[in-house]
Nanobody, 128 residues
Framework: QVQLVASGGGLVQAGGSLRLSCAASGRSFRNYGMGWFRQAPGKEREFVAAISASGGGNTYYADSVKGRFTISRDNAQNTVYLQANSLKPEDTAVYSC????????????????????WGQGTQVTVSS
């Protein structure tokens, strides 16, 4: 069982930055792939970024955030981060973190179905 707690959201002006954190409880955090999703009002939840298990050698990004957002993980701290730079008003959403099943070896990180555990969201609001 993995429990996830996201934090770090807030209100920022366009062009600004935020660092989101997702703290995980439970054992063997390093064995889980991790992802960030977001949901804007009136829209479906969408994939943002993901990082593979263990050393996190593979990262994946939605086209809309590529080059602006960076996902990373610290297995010693059981935490995954999302550094969001050059924020735009269209980045406004509730951001949630998720964990895959253990030892996930596929590449479908953009699909919600590969994630077994979800944390609560953290609100990111970008003003123009």
């Amino acid at each position: 069982q993995v429990q996830l707690v996201a934090s770090g959201g807030g209100l920022v002006q366009a062009g600004g930055s935020l660092r989101l954190s997702c703290a995980a409880s439970g054992r063997s955090f390093r064995n889980y792939g991790m992802g960030w999703f977001r949901q804007a009002p009136g829209k479906e939840r969408e994939f943002v970024a993901a990082i593979s298990a263990s050393g996190g050698g593979n990262t994946y990004y939605a086209d809309s955030v590529k080059g602006r957002f960076t996902i990373s993980r610290d297995n010693a701290q059981n935490t995954v981060y999302l550094q969001a730079n050059s924020l735009k008003p269209e980045d406004t959403a509730v951001y949630s973190c998720a964990a895959t099943g253990p030892y996930y070896s596929g590449r479908e990180y953009s699909r919600e179905r590969v994630y077994m555990y979800w944390g609560q969201g953290t609100q990111v609001t970008v003003s123009s």
